[in-house]
C-alpha cells in the first residue's frame, strides 16, 4: 500500500514554531451539523456615523478622529500594554509564580475612510498607502528604546472578534518579545547554525542558510498543479505551507532575496507586495463568495536597524535572522458559514486539519482575481 | 509606585508549556461592539429522535446505538486516524517537508442517555460511571501495541465546536504523543531533574519534585480570599491557575499525593473526583445562568501501567513523571453572550487576556453549587 497524503492520515512539523500538525483528510467527508455562522458582511455604507473609526467621528474615549482621506494611525482608546515608566517586578512568592512587568503601546491604523471597503477591494495605490503606514509605525515604535518587539496584525471579521468592520489593523509594540515570534527566531537561529546551505536559495546574514529562503526557493521548483503556491509576482510568493494550521492558512513572503523586516524593502518591493496583497485577498473573498474573515499577523525583525538595541554589528547579524512574513489564519472551511473550529483536540493536544494543504492551494488557485462584486456590478 | 496586578500589564509564564500570556487587567473596561453569541441552550428534549446520540437512534453511518441505560462507548464514525496498518511514511522531497503517518482510534462516549442533560446536572453516581468509562477507555486503548497517547477531552457547547449537545466527550488514541502533552511531560521531566524539593509537597518517582505536585501544594497555603482555588475537596483542587490563558480556565488535579494517571486512581479518589468535577461545572453555569461552553481535555501518563510500552521499570518510571490533570478551556468572558476572541495578536504573537485569574477565582467562588436550574425549579 502506496503512501496518499489525501487518504492517509499523517503529522506534518512546523519548523517555524517546533509544533506539529495532525493531517486527517478523509474527515472532510463528514456531515456538518453544528454551528453556523451568520453572513459574514451585510451590506455596508461608505460612511457610518455611529463608527468610531470613520473621519471626523467621535470615540468612545471623547477623542476625535482626523478628516482623514487615506490611512490613519491613533493610539487604541483600550490599550494593552501602556508607555513607561511602570512599576518594577513585585518578587515571586514561589519560583513557578513569575511576573515580568510589559510596557509600550497599541495604535490601530485606519487602512482607508471608506467603512465599506477591505483590503480586497482597494485600488493597488491604496494597499501601497497601507504598506507605507505600517513601514511609518514599525520604524516609529521599533525606534522607542523600551520596545523589544512592533507587532503587526489585524483581525478581520466578526467571526475573528473583530468589533467593527471598518477596514482597519493594529499594532502592539511591546518591551518583550512575544511567546510565537520569539520560537520563530530561535528555530531560525538554530537553522542558520546547524545547516549547511544546499541549495541555490538566496542566504541569510554571513552567507548562511535562512529556514524560509530555503523553504520557498523549494516550493518554486514544484510543478503548480502539485504545489502549495497560490499567488506570486517579481518579489513575493503566497502559499498555504506545508504545515498549514487553518484550512486555507496562507504564509506570504519575498522570494527573490532574504529580507529581514518591512524597513529592509525597496521601491519595487513595496509595490510587489501591494500587488501580492491584493490578489491573496481577492481570491479569499472569491472562495466562498463573501468577505472572508481572518486574523493576519507579520513577523519580522523585532525591531528596526538603527534601533537602540542593534547599535553594534552582531547584534545586527543577530536580528536579521528573521525573514518578513505575514501569516493569515482564516478560520472558514466548507462554506460562508461553516468554519473549522480548533477547539478539544487542537486546544488540549495538537493542531489538526482536514483537507490537506496542497487541495487547499489547489482551491484558491481555482479562484479569480477579480473580486466577485466587481464581477457582478 | 508598587506593583498591581489588577492594574499594570505583565506577563506569567506557563510552566507546563513553556509559552507566556500577557496579562492585560485594565483592559476589562473596554466597551464591546462586536459579534454576541447566540443562547447557550435553548431547552432540549429529554429524548431526541434526529439525535445520532440518543439511545437506540441510527448513527450516520447506518449503525444503530444500544439502547443504553447509563454510558455508552462507540467508535467515531469520522475518526480522525484509523487503525494500523498503515503505508510507510514516504520520502522527504526535502528535509523542510516530512511526513510521520498517524495510526490509532477514536472513540466517542456518551455520557448519560438523557439528550438534555450535562456534567453540570448529572448525580454524583452518573458522573462516576463516567469516570469509570474514562478509565476504562484509557486502559483499553493504552494497552495496544500501537497506541502512545490516549487523549480524552470533552466539546461542550455549540460556540465550542460541538454539533451535538447530547452529553458526551471523546477519546482519540494516537500513534505519537501529540504536541501539547508532549511538551508539558518535557517540562514535568526537566523540573524533576533541575529542582530539589524545597516543600513538603508530595513528590514523583525515586521522591523526585513534581511540578504540579509543588504548585498545588504551594496554592493551598495562599489565603482562600487572595487565591486561585475554586474548589477543594479531600483529594482534589480545582483552581485558576497562575498562567490562566482563557477567562475563566480551570485546572483539576489531584492534590494529596502523586498521581500519574486514570489508572492510579483508587476508588475513594473516584468518588472525589465526581464530587469536584460536579462542583466545578454547577459554579461554572451558575456564572452566567447559562449551560456553560467549554473545551476540557485530560493530560497524564501517556499509557497506563502494564502497557506494551512501559514493561520495564525505568520506562515505567519516566512515564510516572506524569501528573493526572484536566484543563477546562471556556471562551465566554463577560456574559453568556459576550465571549473572548483569542484571535489576531494571540494566534500571531502570544496570548492575552483581561481580567486576572486571581479574579477570575474569585468571581467562580462567588456561584453557588445549586445548579440555577434546579434553584429556580
Ligand atoms: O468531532 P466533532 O465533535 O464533530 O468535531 C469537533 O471536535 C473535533 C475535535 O476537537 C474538532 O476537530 C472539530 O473541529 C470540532 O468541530
Ligand atoms: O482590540 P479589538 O479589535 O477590540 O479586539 C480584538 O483583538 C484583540 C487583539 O487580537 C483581542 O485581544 C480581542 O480579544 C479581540 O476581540
Chains 1, 2 share one sequence.
Not at 487615506?70 to 515571586?92: H, K, M, R, W, Y
Not at 487542537?346 to 481555482?366: F, H, I, K, S, Y
Amino acid at each position: 500500500m502506496d503512501f496518499d497524503p489525501t487518504t492517509h492520515s499523517h503529522r506534518r512539523l512546523n519548523p517555524l514554531t517546533g509544533e506539529h500538525i495532525l493531517v486527517s483528510p478523509h474527515r472532510t467527508k463528514r456531515p456538518w451539523l453544528g454551528q453556523v455562522e451568520p453572513p459574514q458582511s451585510p451590506s455596508l455604507p461608505r460612511y457610518d456615523p455611529q463608527c468610531y473609526l470613520c473621519p471626523g467621528n467621535a470615540r468612545s474615549g471623547g477623542q476625535k478622529n482626523a478628516a482623514y482621506d487615506s490611512t490613519f494611525v491613533f493610539e487604541n482608546d483600550f490599550a494593552a500594554v501602556l508607555p513607561p515608566p511602570g512599576p518594577a517586578a513585585p518578587p515571586a512568592p514561589h519560583p513557578l509564580l513569575t511576573t515580568e512587568p510589559v510596557q509600550g503601546g497599541c495604535d490601530v491604523l485606519c487602512f482607508h475612510p471608506r467603512h465599506d471597503l477591505t483590503l480586497a477591494r482597494l485600488a493597488l495605490p491604496d494597499i501601497e498607502k497601507v504598506i507605507a503606514e505600517w513601514v511609518n509605525v514599525y520604524r516609529r515604535r521599533g525606534a522607542q528604546e523600551h520596545v523589544k518587539y512592533v507587532q503587526i496584525f489585524e483581525n478581520k471579521g466578526a467571526i475573528m472578534g473583530c468589533s467593527n468592520p471598518h477596514p482597519h489593523g493594529q499594532v502592539w509594540s511591546l518591551s518583550t518579545v512575544p511567546s510565537i515570534p520569539a520560537a520563530e527566531l530561535t528555530n531560525l537561529r538554530q537553522y542558520s547554525l546547524s545547516t549547511t546551505a544546499a541549495s541555490s536559495a538566496p542566504t541569510g546574514p554571513k552567507g548562511r542558510p535562512c529556514l524560509l529562503c530555503e523553504y520557498v526557493h523549494y516550493e518554486l521548483t514544484v510543478p503548480e498543479s502539485e504545489g502549495r503556491i497560490v499567488v506570486k509576482n517579481e518579489h513575493w510568493v503566497a502559499l498555504v505551507p506545508w504545515w498549514a494550521t487553518w484550512p486555507f492558512e496562507i504564509m506570504l513572503l519575498p522570494h527573490h532575496r532574504h529580507v529581514p523586516s518591512l524597513a529592509h524593502l525597496a521601491p519595487a518591493e513595496k509595490a510587489s507586495f501591494a500587488d501580492a496583497l491584493s490578489r491573496v485577498t481577492k481570491r479569499y473573498d472569491n472562495l466562498f463568495s463573501c468577505s472572508f474573515a481572518y486574523s493576519m499577523g507579520m513577523h519580522q525583525r523585532p525591531t528596526p536597524p538603527g534601533a537602540a538595541q542593534t547599535a553594534d554589528e552582531t547584534a545586527a547579524d543577530e536580528e536579521n535572522i528573521a525573514h518578513l512574513h505575514l501569516h493569515f489564519a482564516p478560520p472558514l472551511l466548507r462554506s460562508a458559514s461553516v468554519r473549522k473550529f480548533l477547539v478539544g483536540f487542537e486546544l488540549m493536544a495538537e493542531a489538526q486539519r482536514d483537507l490537506t494543504p496542497e487541495q487547499a492551494a489547489a482551491r484558491l488557485r481555482g479562484c479569480s482575481e477579480v473580486h466577485y462584486l466587481d464581477a457582478i456590478g
